[in-house]
């Protein structure tokens, strides 16, 4: 009597099964054909970047500060609201602390490996001293801009003391604080039609802005092109040329490291394929290696993995703000070594118990810093301003930078996309039991 139930229920599941099989195949050709599209805008930009045509230089230019500007645009409000909405919707819930707890552990144990693994590079290819009339030279090239506020004033600055200032400034780590304040006084707050209008507000402005961000990607090819042009003709006028050899070795060599190897040993420790989380990343990895700037990025990163990397909202929109503040691999790398590096020239002698305590320094800092382009090169100044070393060194270092913060924002994101996937799984295991 129940046969012909049993029946149309298994044809029902077979259906169901199908349907998902259809959508999984039809994901994976769409996600084929936008690396593909992605990959072919980067060589047109690299061809195009070569002839040094003035008119064409312009305009490319202008196309990838628009599309730098836009997501410095989205960047801001997708920060705040992912995180008070995410806080909101899960602070009464037993494993919003064991998300944090986790995420701040793999932030901490990945920018750790990271600066060590910059400090063995140091060890191994052992940079010589730079010409002392080079740092004279170098001297000029710094910034006037840069090291004016001590490291020190730095943090001071994150501490927000009005509503508007750290949206005007893009103050990433004080938008952090006010969004984590307001979250979990909104989830704190007693239920009720007042917090669920504000909530519903929130989630759906976070709604309005993701569609403006899906708009944005399916435009990104073009904005590809642009960046990969302007690299393109900045490494053809010899500005990225003038490297310091061994000291460059180091640093791209450790990041390469960092990328390729130590992070995706992380993954394979929490039973996740490397290969495949990074091949659903890349569309933020390169975003972040163009716009040198992960908390640009944020927008672009989030979206990639929740709909390429199928991670959990709530783990991405609570995990990856964070991330974008204080995990940066790349930055702890950089200044180590280059606090090393300048410190070797000014004749400091460099034991390994004085390494290790900049190490700790370096990662100290780097979890300090602001995801924006030109960050890590700050701090480093700020740092070595006061130690009596020649910073002029870091003038000569400017023209190799772009190269440089190119590769550390890319490993940054990738690393916070990590982070991400590893606390995903964690929470997602613990749930399962």
Known sequence: MFQPFNSFNGHFHMNQSNQDNKQARKNIV????????????????????????????????????????????????????????????????????????????YTLLTTFAAATTGLVMF?????????AQMAN??????????????????????????????????????LLIIAAAAGIALA????????????????GLQDLLFMLIKGLIWTLPLGIM????????????????ASLGRYVAVILGGNILQFFVVLPLFLLARGINPIRHLSMMIPAVLMAFFTKS??????????TAEKRAGLSPRVVRFVMPLCTTINMNGCAAFILV??????????????????LLWLVIAVVAAVGNAGVPMGCYFLTLSLMTGQGVPVGIMGIILPIYTIIDMVETAENVWSDSCVAAMTDKDITRSEKE
């Open 226 to 241: 642009a960046f990969a042009a302007q690299l393109s003709a900045q490494v053809s006028a010899g500005v990225a040329a």
């Open 188 to 203: 704190k707050m007693r239920q009720g039609d007042r917090r669920t209008t504000v909530l519903n507000l929130l989630l």
């Open 137 to 174: 030279v170098g001297q000029a090239a710094i910034p006037n801009t840069l090291g004016g506020e001590s490291y020190y004033e730095h943090i001071l600055t994150t501490v927000p003391n009005n509503l508007v200032q750290p949206f005007l400034e893009a103050n990433v780590l004080s």
């Open 294 to 303: 992960s908390a640009a990025t944020l927008p672009v990163s989030m979206e």
């Open 123 to 131: 060890l191994l290819i052992r940079p010589g001293n730079l010409p």
């Open 30 to 105: 769409q996600n084929r054909k936008q690396l593909v599209l992605w990959i072919g805008a980067l060589v047109v930009g690299a061809i195009l970047g070569v002839p040094g045509w003035n008119w064409l230089d312009t305009l490319m230019t202008f196309i990838a500060t628009v599309y730098t500007r836009l997501f410095q645009f989205l960047a801001v409000p997708t920060i705040v609201l992912a995180v008070i909405t995410t806080l909101a919707s899960i602070g009464d819930q037993k494993d919003t602390g064991r998300i944090f707890r986790n995420a701040l552990t």
């Open 338 to 355: 280059t606090s090393l590096f300048v410190m070797q020239n000014g004749g400091v002698h460099l034991s390994l118990p004085m390494m």
